[in-house]
């Protein structure tokens, strides 16, 4: 069974920067983070493919946040910057998809198809 476990999150005011792990207990393909604020559905943030390359992002992040991986150290990364105080929620990272499901629609469906997921870790944006 995959474990994965975030860490990083933490308070910062508008306009900070962040970086989130997620350090994997065995190899992944295709990836993810998520967050969910309270009172919201959870919603996708950025999805990279098991290669690495054509990585997606949430409108609402684009130019800001950028999602890397490191295959030695089978760690996520998500550099978080120009941070915003609506980006405050729990942070989850995601791995492995179902049969049928790429990264792309794992993202626009808030996670939906990926089958491993971390703990979570808090971000907290102050204005």
């Known amino acids: 069974q995959l474990q994965l476990v975030e860490s990083g999150g933490g308070s910062v005011k508008a306009g900070g920067s962040l970086r989130l792990s997620c350090a994997a207990s065995?190899?992944?393909?295709?990836m993810g983070w998520f967050r969910q604020a309270p009172g919201k559905e959870r919603e996708g943030v950025a999805s990279?493919?098991?290669?690495?390359?054509?990585?997606h992002y949430a409108d609402s992040v684009k130019g800001r946040f950028t999602i890397s991986q490191d295959r030695a150290k089978n760690t996520l990364y998500l550099q978080m910057n120009s941070l915003k105080p609506e980006d405050t929620a729990m942070y989850y990272c995601?791995?492995?998809?179902?049969?049928?499901?790429?990264?792309?629609?794992?993202?626009?469906?808030?996670?939906?198809?990926?089958?491993?997921w971390g703990q979570g870790t808090q971000v907290t944006v102050s204005s």
């Open positions: 990279i493919p098991s290669t690495g390359d054509n990585q």
């Open positions: 995601a791995a492995n998809l179902d049969a049928g499901w790429t990264p792309l629609q794992a993202l626009e469906s808030g996670g939906r198809g990926f089958m491993f």
């Open positions: 065995g190899y992944t393909y295709s």
